[in-house]
C-alpha cells in the first residue's frame, strides 16, 4: 500500500517536514498526496574529466570528483552530479520508500536516479543525477529534487537496515559509492 499524505505526515519520516510547497519559480517540494518531495542540500560532486582514466566500479578513486559545496551547481552536459538531500530520513522499520525523478525535472532533461531507501534506513540522501541533455544545466540547493514514495511492508523484515550493518546507514552527507571492505568517509 503506497502512504498518502496524513500517514506520512504521523510518521515524523523528514526533517524538516514541510507541507506541499510551489515556490514561484522553483520545483515543488514537501508532502504530496502520495509522497515527498525532497530538496536538494549545498554539497555536490561532479564527476571530473581532467581524469580521464575509467571509473573502476572495484576501487572507485575519488579523484575522478570535484566536490563543493554552494547554493548553485551547473551540471555539465551529459554528464552527472551526486548532491545531498536537505532533509534527513529516519525510515520506520515498517516502511520502505523509493525516490524517483520529478517530471518537471526529466523534461528539461535531468534523470535522477531511481533508489531504494530500505526498512530502518537513517541519513541524509546522496541524489545521483544525470544531465542527458546536449546542454549544460544549473540545479539549486533548496528546489525539489525527487519525489519519495513510501510503501508500509506486509510484516517486519527479519533484519532491518540499521540492524544488518548496511554501508550507508547514518550517513550524514554526501556520500560516494562503497565497497565491503573499503569505505570511503562522508564529506
Given at each position: 500500500m503506497v502512504l498518502p499524505d496524513h500517514v506520512i505526515r504521523a510518521l515524523n519520516i523528514f526533517t524538516p517536514f514541510h507541507e506541499g510547497t510551489k515556490?514561484?519559480?522553483?520545483?515543488?517540494?514537501?508532502?504530496?498526496?502520495?509522497?515527498?518531495?525532497?530538496?536538494?542540500?549545498?554539497?555536490?560532486?561532479?564527476?571530473?574529466?581532467?581524469?580521464s582514466h575509467p571509473i573502476d566500479t572495484r576501487n572507485f578513486d575519488e579523484a575522478c570528483l570535484h566536490n563543493f559545496i554552494g547554493d548553485c551547481c551547473q551540471i555539465p552536459a551529459n554528464s552527472y552530479v551526486l548532491a545531498e538531500s536537505m532533509e534527513h530520513i529516519k525510515m520506520p522499520s515498517d516502511v520502505m520508500g523509493i525516490a524517483?525523478?520529478?517530471?518537471?525535472?526529466?523534461?528539461?532533461?535531468?534523470?535522477?536516479?531511481?533508489?531504494?531507501?530500505?526498512?530502518?534506513?537513517?541519513?541524509?540522501?546522496?541524489?545521483?543525477?544525470?544531465?542527458s541533455s546536449p546542454l549544460p544545466v544549473k540545479i539549486y540547493a533548496g528546489q525539489g529534487i525527487c519525489q519519495i514514495v513510501m510503501f508500509r511492508l506486509e510484516s517486519l523484515p527479519e533484519k532491518d537496515y540499521s540492524k544488518k550493518g548496511g554501508?550507508?546507514?547514518?550517513?550524514?552527507?554526501?556520500?560516494?559509492g562503497r565497497l565491503y571492505g573499503r569505505t570511503k568517509s562522508t564529506w
Open positions: 515556490p514561484k519559480g522553483c520545483v515543488s517540494f514537501g508532502v504530496s498526496s502520495g509522497g515527498y518531495d525532497l530538496r536538494l542540500g549545498s554539497t555536490f560532486s561532479i564527476f571530473n574529466p581532467i581524469h524517483q525523478g520529478k517530471s518537471t525535472l526529466a523534461r528539461m532533461g535531468l534523470i535522477v536516479n531511481v533508489t531504494p531507501i530500505e526498512p530502518g534506513w537513517e541519513g541524509k540522501l546522496t541524489i545521483e543525477i544525470a544531465n554501508l550507508y546507514q547514518n550517513q550524514a552527507g554526501l556520500t560516494t
